[in-house]
Nanobody, 123 residues
Framework: QVQLVESGGGLVQAGGSVRLSCAVS????????MGWFRQAPGMEREFVAA??????VYGGSAEGRFTISRDNIKSTAYLQIANVKPEDTAVYLC??????????????????WGQGTQVTVSS
C-alpha cells in the first residue's frame, strides 16, 4: 500500500521560507510523478507544482517563489517556498501519479494523496 506523509509545515513569518517534505513508502518512488497542491479554507484545491523525471511544471500562483524537487534515494519530494506571503496560508498536499510523461496539473490524474501539512503565514 502506497503511503504519502507530508511534513515541514507550521507558522511562518511573511518574507521567510519554508520547505515541505513528502515521504513515500510502499511503492517504487521512481515510477511516480509527484505533485503538490494546496487548499485554503473555502477554496478549491489548487495546483502548485509537479515533477516527473527532470521535468517540472508550476501553477500560475507559483510566481517563481516555489521550487519542487525530488530525492529518489530518499523516496521524498520537496516543495520549497521562498518569500512566503499571507496568501500562501493553506493545507499543502502531496500526490503521486503512476506512469511517465508530462507532469499533470489536474488533481484527478493522481492516484495517491497524503493527508496534508498546514502552512500558516503571519504578516
Amino acid at each position: 500500500q502506497v503511503q504519502l506523509v507530508e511534513s515541514g509545515g507550521g507558522l511562518v513569518q511573511a518574507g521567510g521560507s519554508v520547505r515541505l517534505s513528502c515521504a513515500v513508502s510502499g511503492g517504487i518512488f521512481t515510477m511516480y510523478h509527484m505533485g503538490w497542491f494546496r487548499q485554503a479554507p473555502g477554496m478549491e484545491r489548487e495546483f502548485v507544482a509537479a515533477i516527473s523525471g527532470g521535468t517540472t511544471v508550476y501553477g500560475g500562483s507559483a510566481e517563481g517563489r516555489f521550487t519542487i524537487s525530488r530525492d529518489n534515494i530518499k523516496s521524498t519530494a520537496y516543495l520549497q517556498i521562498a518569500n512566503v506571503k499571507p496568501e500562501d496560508t493553506a493545507v499543502y498536499l502531496c500526490a503521486a501519479r503512476r506512469g511517465a510523461g508530462v507532469p499533470s496539473s489536474s488533481p484527478f490524474d493522481y492516484d495517491y494523496w497524503g493527508q496534508g501539512t498546514q502552512v500558516t503565514v503571519s504578516s
